[in-house]
C-alpha cells in the first residue's frame, strides 16, 4: 500500500491563543482538549469575534497534539456545532474529492504510539511538533478503498463505544447515588457538618521515586495514568519494582486504600481511586496513600473527590509550574468536606462495590472489543483487509 506523509494530504490550522481574561459566560464556545475527549466538560467562551482560520464547525476533523499520552493524543470528528478553535488543537483541512475524512481520521490515529514517541515535553504533559506531525507516513489507497476501509472500522468502533458507553452510565449511576445519599456539596441540602477531609484521614503517605522496570521486580507499581480521570483503577500498562523490608510498610497499598494524584496537568492533577484488589502494588512518587481514620470511608472520599463540586474544587486549588500542577498532601487534606455518618458512609461503600462488581463484566467485554478494533486497525493498514 502506498505510503504519504500525512501533511502531503491535509492542512493544519494551529488554533488561538485565548487569554483567561478573554474567557467570558457566553458567547462562542472555546473549543479545547477536554472539550475533544470529554463532551461532560464546560466550555469557556469567547463574546468577541476571532479570525475565520481559528473557526471550526460540524464535521471538523480536529487533532490534539498536546497534553497526556493516552488521553489526549489523537484525531476527533468535531459535532457540536460552531466554535472557536484553542491552541494545541490543529483543523486537519482536506480536499474531499481525493480523501475520505473518515479515512484519514483512523489512518492518523493508527500511528498514536509513533506520534507520542516523537513528542517531547515533561511527565505526563508531551507535545509533538507540526513539522513531526506533517512528516508521519500513513497508507494511502484510491478514494474508494478509503471509504471501505473506513466503513469497516466505523462499524467495530461502535460496538467498542456501546461498551464504553455503558461503563459510563454506571460511573453516572455511581455519582447519582452520591448525590441522592449525601446532597449537592455546594450546598449541603442535608445539613451534615462540614470539616475538612483532614478530619477523616489518619494517614496520607508520598510514594516511591525508585526507577521502576519495564518487566522484572517483586511488586507491580501504579503510576499516575493508572488512575483513570472517572476515578478507577487501570492495571493496564504496569512498571515494576523491589522493595527493602523497611520500604513496603511506606509504598504498598493494601485493599481499600485511597490512592490520590498529586501532579498532573491541570485537568488532571487530583485524580483519586480506591484500591480494590487483594494482592498488594506499590505506588510511584505522584501519588499519595491515604488511608482513613474510624470517622471516614475511602469510596466516600473518593466520591466526593470525583463530584462535579470536588473536580472543581481541585482545579480551583492546584498550583501550576511550568504546564504542571501539583496539590500536595497537606492541601488536599485541607478540602472542605461533609463529615456524614461512618455508617452512611459505609452504606455507599457497599453500593459502589457491589456496581464495581458488575462493571467488571463490562470491562472484559470493552477489551474485547478493543483488541477486535485494533485487530482490524493493523490489518486495515497493512494491507490485509
Known amino acids: 500500500m502506498n505510503l504519504v506523509p500525512f501533511g502531503s494530504v491535509c492542512s493544519l490550522q494551529n ?9 467570558s459566560a457566553s458567547g462562542t464556545p472555546i473549543v479545547r482538549i477536554q472539550n475533544l475527549n470529554d463532551e461532560t466538560k464546560p466550555f469557556n467562551y469567547c463574546n468577541f469575534e476571532v479570525e475565520k482560520r481559528f473557526h471550526v464547525d460540524s464535521g471538523d476533523l480536529l ?40 479515512y484519514l481520521r483512523y489512518a492518523i490515529n493508527s500511528k498514536l504510539d509513533l506520534i507520542i514517541d516523537q513528542a517531547h515535553g515533561g511527565v505526563g504533559l508531551k507535545h509533538i511538533t507540526k513539522g513531526k506531525l506533517e512528516a508521519v507516513e500513513i497508507p494511502l489507497p484510491p478514494l474508494p478503498e478509503q471509504k471501505r476501509i473506513a466503513a469497516i472500522l466505523d462499524k467495530a468502533d461502535a460496538i467498542r463505544r456501546k461498551r464504553q458507553q455503558a461503563i459510563q452510565l454506571a460511573d453516572d449511576f455511581l455519582r447519582a447515588v452520591f448525590l441522592d445519599m449525601f446532597g449537592d456539596p455546594v450546598t449541603n441540602p442535608k445539613g451534615f457538618p462540614i470539616g475538612t477531609i483532614r478530619d477523616l484521614v489518619a494517614t496520607a503517605d508520598y510514594g516511591s521515586s525508585a526507577k521502576a522496570s519495564e518487566t522484572y521486580g517483586e511488586y507491580p507499581i501504579l503510576r499516575m495514568g493508572n488512575i483513570t480521570y472517572q476515578g478507577r483503577i487501570d492495571l493496564e500498562d504496569l512498571k515494576y519494582i523491589n522493595l527493602e523490608e523497611k520500604e513496603k510498610s511506606k509504598y504498598l497499598v493494601k485493599k481499600g486504600d485511597l490512592l490520590f494524584n498529586r501532579t498532573n496537568s491541570k485537568e488532571l492533577v487530583g485524580k483519586t481511586a480506591v484500591y480494590d484488589k487483594d494482592d498488594p502494588v506499590a505506588i510511584a512518587g505522584y501519588l499519595i496513600r491515604v488511608r482513613p481514620n474510624e470517622m471516614g470511608d475511602s469510596h466516600y472520599i473518593s466520591g466526593y473527590l470525583n463530584s462535579a463540586h470536588g473536580k472543581a474544587t481541585l482545579r480551583s486549588i492546584c498550583k501550576s509550574i511550568v504546564g504542571m500542577a501539583n496539590i500536595n498532601a497537606q492541601e488536599m487534606q485541607s478540602i472542605p468536606i461533609m463529615l456524614p455518618s461512618i455508617e452512611l458512609q459505609r452504606n455507599y461503600q457497599k453500593l459502589v462495590v457491589a456496581t464495581r462488581c458488575k462493571l467488571q463484566a463490562f470491562d472484559a467485554a470493552l477489551k474485547l472489543a478493543e483488541q477486535a478494533f485494533n485487530s482490524l486497525s493493523y490489518k486495515a493498514f497493512s494491507g490485509q483487509l
Not at 488554533?15 to 474567557?23: C, L, Y
Not at 497526556?68 to 490543529?90: E, M, V
Open 63 to 102: 487533532f490534539s497534539w498536546s497534553g497526556t499520552p493516552g488521553t489526549s493524543f489523537g484525531a476527533f470528528f468535531w459535532n457540536r456545532g460552531k466554535g472557536f478553535l484553542n491552541q494545541h488543537i490543529f483543523r486537519v483541512d482536506i480536499d474531499e474529492r481525493h480523501i475520505d475524512k473518515n
Open 15 to 23: 488554533g488561538r491563543a485565548f487569554k483567561p481574561e478573554e474567557w
